[in-house]
Nanobody, 123 residues
Framework: QVHLVESGGGLVQAGGSLRLSCAAS????????MGWFRQAPGKEREFVAA??????AYYADSVKGRFTISGDNAKNTYLQMNSLKPEDTAVYYC??????????????????WGQGTQVTVSS
């Protein structure tokens, strides 16, 4: 079992920044990658960013150049979000993946999820 807890969400004005954190506990030794996803009301959950055990990072086109994912040994994963836009408003979830692959954007490839943290960007 892996337990994930997100924090750092909140209300920010457009153009502002937030840093999300994801703390992992339990059997984290089997983690290959950590990802961030988000879900806005009435929309499907979408990929934001992922980082592999080796440190390779992957981003959705909508956040490239604005968001940065980082982490330390699968225990803590961070998402630095700059130049936030109203369309970034969503519940943000961190998730764990236990195997490698060529694509990290499918939520079905992640087996453990946090409870989510709300990010609201006002215009």
């Amino acid at each position: 079992q892996v337990h994930l807890v997100e924090s750092g969400g909140g209300l920010v004005q457009a153009g502002g920044s937030l840093r999300l954190s994801c703390a992992a506990s339990g059997r984290t030794f089997s983690t290959y990658a950590m990802g961030w996803f988000r879900q806005a009301p009435g929309k499907e959950r979408e990929f934001v960013a992922a980082i592999s055990r080796s440190g390779s990072a992957y981003y959705a086109d909508s956040v490239k150049g604005r968001f940065t994912i980082s982490g330390d040994n699968a225990k803590n994963t961070y998402l630095q979000m700059n130049s936030l836009k109203p369309e970034d408003t969503a519940v943000y979830y961190c998730a764990r993946r236990s195997y490698s692959g060529s694509y990290y954007g499918d939520p079905g490839d992640y087996d453990y999820w946090g409870q989510g943290t709300q990010v609201t960007v006002s215009s």
